[in-house]
């Protein structure tokens, strides 16, 4: 893929994108769109992204095609439920039709020095979500901040047989950056094991996904980016996508979560 052209990179973003809607607000009509919208007269996003109480009808819309697979949160956006709830949460998702678990880590307890609240929620949910059910583990890395955290979070995910590990909840300050995309990738490349990466939040233009795109290909593999190893996570890069794709000329300013 020459990522330097801007139609071929945002060919690419599209199929690599979890179209998301976490608003608080979102409604049951907000819902219905998106599973319309992630069909394009270009391709079709890799997935959607959207709160539990919504995957039954998504399911529904999209029946038995599993083309767009349906992706949904759980430990969401805080991280602060216990690992008994979150299995619950997680196998309400799966009966309702996800494919695909988007997990937040217990990442404040993380913070705080205890390692073995990750493995033991990340080892939990990884159980039940029995393939072909993905799961991605959500370090909200703009929280950790620090360097060797979000290393040391990747590892612990990873460990756990995280099918992706996915930088934020899009729901803090600081969301993907492309120095926790660095720190994460290289732990996957150094795990030698078949791992996906997931920036979310913050990527707002096909340039903005380009720079994601770019980096994977050097710590990993030139072409290594495909739906089963990389998501981008955003609502608002579709628009861009569709504007270059149509022959317009890509926006420089991201547009957000």
Same mark, same amino acid.
């Given at each position: 893929m020459e990522l330097q052209r801007p139609r071929e990179a945002a060919a690419l973003t599209l199929s690599l994108l979890d179209l998301t809607n976490l608003k608080e607000d979102c409604t049951p009509e907000q819902i219905a769109a998106l599973c319309q919208r992630a069909h394009t007269e270009y391709g079709n996003t890799a997935a959607i992204c959207i709160w539990p109480r919504?995957?039954?009808?998504?399911?529904?819309?999209?029946?038995?095609?599993?083309?767009?697979?349906?992706?949904?949160?759980?430990?969401? =956006?805080?991280?602060? &439920? /216990?690992?008994?709830?979150?299995?619950?949460?997680?196998?309400?998702?799966?009966?309702?039709?996800? /494919?695909?678990?988007? &997990?937040?880590? =217990?990442?404040r307890k993380f913070i705080a020095g205890d390692e073995s609240a990750v493995s033991e929620m990340v080892a939990a949910v990884r159980k039940v979500c029995v393939a072909p059910v993905l799961l991605k583990v959500i370090l909200e890395t703009g929280e950790l901040k620090d360097k060797a955290l979000i290393r040391r979070a990747s590892e612990l995910a990873i460990a756990e047989g995280a099918d992706f590990i996915k930088t934020s909840t899009g729901k803090v300050a600081v969301n993907a950056t492309l120095e926790a995309a660095d720190i994460m990738l290289q732990a996957i490349r150094d795990s030698r094991q078949k791992v996906g990466f997931k920036p979310a939040g913050g990527i707002g233009t096909v340039e903005d996904a380009t720079l994601y795109l770019r980096l994977a290909e050097t710590i990993m593999a030139p072409n290594w980016a495909m739906p089963s190893t990389f998501r981008f996570g955003a609502s608002g890069v579709l628009d861009d996508v569709l504007n270059v794709l149509a022959g317009g000329e890509p926006a420089k300013a991201a547009s957000g979560y």
């Open positions: 919504f995957v039954a009808q998504a399911r529904a819309a999209f029946g038995k095609d599993h083309a767009i697979r349906i992706a949904t949160v759980v430990n969401f =956006p805080s991280g602060d &439920l /216990d690992v008994a709830t979150v299995v619950a949460e997680t196998e309400a998702a799966i009966r309702d039709g996800a /494919d695909e678990i988007d &997990l937040v880590i =217990p990442y």
